[in-house]
């Protein structure tokens, strides 16, 4: 049986991840869908996902406010791990990370718009001094430099730690997260999903993000600064 994986990126849902869901399947708000989400701005069955002749497509079922894929409103649009589908206030991103992964070393020897800096694990293993991390790096088969989520590489958060601990760090997390989402909420993206345009006012709001990141791995790694 074919599956699909949904992870929500923005909404009432965010985090929350829809792993392995068997299609055809509806998305929607009501009890009934494969991919129910909490939003009020998302019709009661707003879009249908299936497997055609080897492809995944996505189907606006007539929805109140529309379905976009990659800022894109569509009516029906083949799916492609990576891409982003807006349905409501939520935005979902399409695949799993090693579907993501595989999709990205298709395209590697495409040209990219920009020098987006990478951050490497082995330079945040020397940061943090984390083993975990470490080991990551070693038995990555990523070429250097290179740096992209895959499930069984994502480091675990901290246990146990105190109410007010927890609150810092979701505060922190989710300041940094409202910045990326103002970056790529205006990105365009061509026809097949290849290739993005970043404008410049994103990519220096990307840059913010990445110093703001920096700063706190600084922080951590020499608390006395």
């Not at 979902?92 to 595989?102: P, R, S």
């Not at 097949?192 to 220096?204: I, P, R, Y």
């Not at 700063?215 to 006395?224: K, L």
């Amino acid at each position: 049986m074919k599956t699909v994986t949904f992870l929500v990126l923005e909404g009432v849902d965010k985090g929350r991840v829809f792993r392995d869901l068997p299609i055809p399947c509806t998305i929607g708000r009501e009890e009934g869908n494969g991919l129910r989400l909490n939003d009020e701005r998302i019709s009661r069955y707003h879009a249908k996902v299936q497997y055609e002749d080897g492809d995944i497509i996505i189907t606006d079922l007539d929805s109140t406010n529309g379905t976009r894929v990659n800022g894109s409103t569509v009516q029906i649009r083949r799916l492609r791990p990576g891409d982003q589908v807006s349905v409501g206030r939520s935005m979902l991103l399409f695949g799993t990370m090693e579907e993501i992964a595989a999709r990205r070393g298709s395209h590697a020897g495409m040209p990219v718009a920009g020098n987006v800096p990478t951050l490497r694990l082995d330079e945040l293993a020397k940061t943090f001094g984390n083993k975990n991390i470490a080991e990551m790096t070693q038995r990555s088969d990523k070429t250097p430099g290179e740096w992209s989520p895959r499930e069984d590489e994502i480091p675990p958060l901290p246990q146990k730690l105190t109410g007010a601990q927890s609150a810092r760090l979701s505060e922190m997390l989710d300041y940094m997260h409202q910045g990326l989402t103002s970056a790529v909420e205006n990105i365009e993206a061509n026809e097949d999903g290849t290739e993005v345009k970043l404008g410049f006012n994103e990519w220096q709001t990307i840059q913010a993000v990445q110093m703001l990141l920096a700063r706190y791995v600084r922080m951590i790694a020499e608390p006395d600064l």
